[in-house]
């Protein structure tokens, strides 16, 4: 007898009602819960019940995991400053990088990689005239 007491009773979506469902799904969209955590408040027993809720009655995707990092929206003005700074300096590098691997491709291949805009448009325009 205490073994059924313990036990709990298995449930189907249809148990759950329409405005319980969407309650759920945005208390997860806001940030209030994880997918996982709503399920153990609300002792959802279905692993992907909730992501099923999400994906139809929710605004966002839900096909694609989401990758937390630090939230930008949490960062002072000094930090995103720095950040900011800091992604600037790294494509500033990476564009000297991949102007100098042209440089040396240019002159030891004598390739042409970068296109000369300009003189196609004059060469082109004199074909008009």
Not at 19 to 35: D, M, P, R
Not at 69 to 75: A, P, R
Not at 101 to 117: F, L, P, V
Request: charged content about 35%; proline content about 2%.
């Amino acid at each position: 007898m205490e073994y059924q007491e313990l036990s709990r009773k298995k449930r189907s979506q249809k148990d759950y009602t329409m405005c319980f469902k969407l309650s759920v799904v945005s208390q997860v969209e806001k940030g209030e819960f994880t997918y996982k955590q709503v399920q153990k408040h609300y002792g959802i027993q279905g692993r992907s019940t909730v992501l099923v809720w999400l994906r139809r009655y929710g605004n966002l995707d839900w096909r694609k995991p989401i990758i937390h990092t630090m939230s930008k929206s949490k960062e002072t003005p000094a930090q995103k400053i720095k950040r900011l700074e800091k992604e600037l300096s790294d494509e500033k590098l990476k564009n000297k990088v991949l102007n100098t691997m042209i440089e040396i491709s240019d002159g030891q291949y004598g390739t042409q990689i970068r296109k000369k805009y300009l003189s196609q448009q004059s060469s082109a325009s004199k074909k008009r005239d």
